[in-house]
């Protein structure tokens, strides 16, 4: 099997060590709690979700803007935002 950069195989999990503040670290437990996870595999998924994350705003990226307000409503069943001007369905002449 090839050996990637510091004589790890490829695919091979790489430790990452982080400080982290106090109170990130008790919202980690919290979140890792409320899935019933340990922190620490909780944490490990962090940085994958990331990459995928990033990965589907670049792949979602040529769909920006091709979609109106009202098709994403639709689309989703949102309920009309407030903030958005609804078009008078009766303009006057």
């Known amino acids: ?14 430790t990452i060590t982080s400080d982290i503040a106090p109170e990130v670290k008790e919202a980690l437990a919290l979140q890792a709690a409320a899935e019933g996870s340990a922190i620490e595999s909780y944490a490990a998924r ?3 979700a990331a990459v995928e994350a990033a990965n589907l705003v ?3 990226e040529p769909l920006r803007g091709s ?6 409503d639709r689309l989703f069943s949102r309920n009309p935002s407030a903030s958005r001007p609804i078009p008078d369905e009766n303009p006057r002449t």
């Open 67 to 72: 979609l109106g307000d009202d098709d994403i």
């Open 1 to 14: 099997m090839r050996r990637g950069r510091g004589g790890r195989r490829k695919g091979e999990p790489t």
């Open 58 to 60: 670049e792949l979602s």
């Open 46 to 48: 962090l940085p994958t």
